[in-house]
């Protein structure tokens, strides 16, 4: 059932049996203290095992210290943790799945620090970020490109940066979190130069090892980034250099909004934006947000509105889905 679904495709380099990824999930399984634990190695042998083609590890930190949004927050920002990533890639790899790992600066959503940072001194929840300074800017670049080249030497098989959920990456995006009037902010082309030189920088470190971005194509907020930007802004992130864009909406300031609440309650509801998206770049692009139907799937395929689907929830509350969905025993 379902032939486009379980088609092949050509990513970054590396052969996909099927169409299937699984999105990254943050769950909390990491020990304290952003360690592999036996209960996350043991997640990711089952979610590897599902059939999907490649396996998204949770977000794994570029700063422990000031950037992670959890105690229990992947660690890969020291190579102290590279005997733990290699397992954690091996066990995924072992599995018939190929392994990425997500990497992540919080910015002014993190919470392991005193006072977190961000583009701009805008209020979140109750705390008002430190704004970075053209030397922070570089280190954080600096910290993506070290901690991209772990992935890599980790044994994974690509690393994906997380642009998405309103973090650090996002955050210079918008322009209600983005308020600067220097060469990051103000304009478009200015509010891109932060993710673009990230990219770049990224890319120069670890050569010619594919790239994905999660991109957030709608932050759902009145005065937030939105999809006009997002597709003017897409092209430009893929042109350099990566191998996959996979897409979202939606922010922690407005995933509880009644509006957003209710989209969400719909089948394949972030669609629309991968379609926007797929539509001005040249890379696949991962549709996420509530897929739990074969058909749903099969279709967004067919219409082009994706090259792959990216499973969450539905995976993790049942991990045979992809093989129930391929055999026609979803019901």
Not at 78 to 92: K, P, V
Not at 102 to 115: D, K, L, S, T, V
Not at 166 to 181: C, D, I, K, V, W
Request: one cysteine or more; a neutral charge; aromatic letters at 8%.
């Amino acid at each position: 059932m379902y032939p486009k679904l379980f088609s092949e495709i050509e990513v970054g380099g590396h052969r996909f049996r099927n169409r299937l990824i699984m999105a990254p999930t943050y769950l909390g399984y990491a020990g304290q203290g952003g360690t592999v634990s036996p209960m996350l190695l043991d997640h990711y042998r089952l979610m590897a095992r599902s059939g999907v083609a490649m396996v998204v590890v949770e977000n794994a930190t570029v700063d422990y210290d000031v950037a992670c949004g959890s105690p229990r927050t992947l660690r890969a920002d020291t190579d102290d943790a590279l005997e733990q990533l290699g397992r954690l890639a091996a066990a995924i790899k072992e599995e018939g799945a190929l392994a990425c790992l997500q990497i992540n600066h919080a910015g002014r959503f993190a919470n392991a620090a005193a006072q977190p940072v961000a583009p701009s001194a805008v209020e979140t929840f109750g705390r008002v970020p430190r704004p970075l300074d053209r030397t922070d800017i570089a280190r954080i670049q600096e910290q993506f490109a070290a901690t991209a080249l772990r992935v890599k030497q980790a044994g994974f098989d690509m690393v994906e940066l997380h642009g998405g959920t309103g973090y650090l990456l996002a955050q210079f995006l918008s322009p209600r979190t983005n308020r600067r009037e220097d060469a990051y902010g103000g304009s478009l082309e200015n509010r891109q130069r932060f993710p673009l030189e990230t990219i770049r920088a990224v890319r120069v470190q670890v050569g010619d090892f594919p790239v994905g971005y999660r991109f957030l194509a709608d932050e759902w907020l009145p005065d937030g980034f939105r999809l006009e930007e997002a597709v003017r802004t897409a092209g430009v992130l893929c042109a350099a250099g990566l191998a996959y864009i996979s897409v979202m909406g939606g922010t922690y300031e407005s995933f509880g909004l009644p509006a957003v609440v209710a989209r969400s309650r719909h089948p394949a509801y972030m669609l629309d934006l991968a379609a926007a998206v797929k539509n001005v770049v040249r890379v696949p692009v991962v549709a996420t947000g509530r897929f739990a139907m074969g058909a749903v799937a099969e279709q967004a395929l067919i219409a082009g509105k994706a090259d792959l689907i990216g499973l969450a929830r539905v995976l993790w509350a049942d991990p045979q889905w992809p093989q129930k969905v391929r055999t026609g025993r979803e019901t």
